[in-house]
């Protein structure tokens, strides 16, 4: 945890120097994502190429249907949350994102509604930051190997990990107000 707070407050100091700096802050930013991940570094790029190419196809296909439509991609595992008009716009996204190279599931939790809210948006929001928080704080719980996201209230984990942090992290996301539901979506190690 050190080392995360040692390059947060670098990447302070560089971005009051100017220009040039957004650059390194972004590169140290990601860099350090990196070395604190799990996955190695091919999939943590894989994982980002993944999501651009999904709802790049997606709004290829449904140009007018996929502004609530989010694609995260977890070790080559990807989480399609939001709203869709309907049923063959559900079915037909997982099949679009399924054929994307490197793709090795597709988990689609995509509900058939209406948009949501700003204000449901926003509180989507603050859930995902209050989980996120109250793991950074845990020690049983390796919150930076953790992918937490938010749809409608439901808490969706992504991750590689034991079943102890599976537990743990599962546990604190289960009690952080405002969560309606948790659907884990871990990979386990040893």
Known sequence: ????????LI???????????AVVVGGA???TAVALDRRTAGVYVSDQEIEL????????IFPQKTDNISATSYNRQVLLTGQ???EAT??????????????????????VSGTTSLTSD???????????????RDENVPATKIKVVTEAGVVYLMGLVSQ?????????ARTTSGVAKVVTLFEYIN
């Open 11 to 21: 990447g302070t100091a560089l971005s009051q120097l100017g220009g040039c700096a």
């Open 53 to 60: 190419r999904a709802l790049a196809r997606l709004r290829e």
């Open 90 to 111: 559900r079915s037909r996204a997982s099949e679009v994102v399924k054929v994307i190279p490197d793709v090795r599931t597709v988990f689609n939790e995509l509900t």
């Open 164 to 172: 102890a942090e599976a537990e743990a992290a599962t546990n604190i």
């Open 122 to 136: 926003a509180n989507d929001v603050a859930i995902t930051s209050s989980v996120k928080a109250r793991m950074l």
């Open 29 to 31: 930013a990601t860099g």
């Open 1 to 8: 945890m050190n080392k995360l707070i040692y390059v947060a």
């Open 84 to 86: 869709v008009p309907d």
